[in-house]
């Protein structure tokens, strides 16, 4: 049992049941002033106004598993739902190439890119890979991420491929964050095939890569893989892996339409979007996710998300981080920027980057709010703060503690 009191502002209260906010409620999130909650066996075992703090008794003294919040704010933790953060090396010279002018196209047919990250993952052992991805990991978990979905798509031949997805379950096995796991083997095509092999070659690896992955990736967009192609291979998939899919990031795909077909959780980027997209996704059980920090380093438009909302969708916020689009796994900045350059309401965005990205890797009914029953894996702040100081002064520290 732990008491966490003194809780200045407890943030993101949820009842039971709800999955994911979408249209008004987005915008909506629960807020208790001046409160305590009660932790057993890891979860939420229950909360109220300090007026009716259970162990009163407790709390002036040094019982460890008591904590004095200060009059922090208690909030879920972040919900990380599409992150590529298992690769190898840096692409650190193509930043080069971005600052003097190339798109991330161009890079990529220079030979550059995915294929570059897929070069140096083939090349790299699997322990060390491990060791790489878990500095990122850490960095993100410090960061107050609590749950993450994690995609391979570097190694692009089935040897490298279940690679990436033994180093995703040996990360999952260790760290204290949940971790969800995608198999995104058509990500590229891999080096040594035509397009029409690897389609096929992708399709055969789903089998093995069922017993390893939550989830089947698609990056179904123009230079890359076509609606269908993904059409194939997630007909092959049905049944073995859940699809989430890259859509829309490059140009008006077809990939939101293919991805709510096959009942995609998520169809992820969403850069490019037209009204069409925001009636496919409607009345559909899919998750549109937004990738902020993509927009911001490729200098791509910001996802629609405002537009989404009014029309009674809701949106989730993910990261992206990985090595060519989004070189960071930082959540508060994607909060930050889904007010600042997509227009959300500060609790739109938080509930962005909690409830809606814990629906979008399955995760919430565990994860993403302050609710009876949910896992325990919280971040207290420093006294003063609250959602939307939160994401208006984005780089103050913040955090006092994270608990998961
Ligand atoms: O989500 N768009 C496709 N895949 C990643 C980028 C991968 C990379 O460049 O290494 C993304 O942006
Ligand atoms: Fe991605």
Redesign the pocket.
């Known amino acids: 049992m732990s008491l966490i009191y003194n809780i200045g502002i407890l943030s993101g209260i949820q009842p039971e049941g709800v999955l994911r906010v979408e249209g008004a409620a987005q915008g909506k999130t629960g807020i208790l002033e001046n409160a305590w909650l009660k932790i057993e066996d890891g979860r939420i075992a229950c909360f109220g106004p300090m007026s009716t703090c259970p162990d009163s008794s407790v709390m002036p003294g040094p019982d460890r598993a008591s904590l004095d919040a200060s009059g922090g704010m208690l909030m879920p933790g972040f919900c990380d739902s599409?992150t590529?953060i298992v690769?190898a090396g840096s692409?650190d010279s193509e930043f080069l190439d971005k600052i003097n002018g190339l798109s991330?196209e161009e890079i990529?047919a220079r030979g550059g890119?995915?294929l570059?990250?897929s070069d140096l993952l083939n090349r790299t052992l699997e322990d060390d890979l491990y060791r790489q991805s878990m500095v990122r990991v850490k960095e993100m978990m410090d960061k107050g991420t609590v749950a993450m979905e994690i995609k391979s798509?570097?190694g692009l031949n089935p040897d490298a491929e279940m690679k990436m997805l033994r180093v995703i379950r040996r990360i999952r096995e260790t760290v204290p964050a949940a971790v969800k796991s995608t198999f995104?083997g058509a990500?590229a095509i891999g080096r040594g095939y035509s397009h029409k092999a690897y389609v096929q070659a992708v399709i055969d690896m789903i089998p093995e890569a069922a017993k390893w992955a939550d989830f089947i990736d698609v990056?179904c967009?123009e230079g890359?893989f076509t609606v269908e192609d993904t059409d194939r291979i997630l007909s092959a998939a049905k049944g073995l892996l859940t699809p989430k899919i890259?859509a829309n990031?490059?140009a008006v795909s077809g990939g939101v339409q293919i991805g709510v077909k096959h009942g995609a959780l998520s169809v992820?980027?969403l850069e490019r979007t037209t009204d069409a997209e925001i009636e496919a996704l409607r009345g559909s059980a899919t998750m549109p996710t937004m990738?902020p920090g993509?927009s911001f380093f490729?200098g791509l438009p910001y996802g629609r998300a405002k537009d989404f909302i009014k029309a009674g969708l809701g949106v989730a916020l993910a990261s992206?981080y990985?090595?060519?689009?989004?070189p960071s796994g930082d959540m508060r900045f994607v909060l930050a920027q889904g007010c600042i350059k997509m227009r959300l309401t500060p609790v739109e965005a938080f509930n962005a980057v909690t409830l809606n990205s814990a629906y979008a890797m399955g995760l919430s009914g565990d994860y993403g709010s302050i609710t009876v029953g949910k896992k325990a894996a919280l971040i207290l702040t420093e006294p003063g703060w609250d959602l939307t100081k939160l994401a208006y002064q984005y780089q103050t520290p913040y955090i006092r503690k994270i608990l998961v």
């Open positions: 599409h590529h690769y692409r991330y990529a890119g995915i570059n990250s798509g570097y995104l990500h990056f967009d890359f890259h990031e490059l992820d980027h990738l993509s490729l992206d990985n090595p060519g689009s989004s």
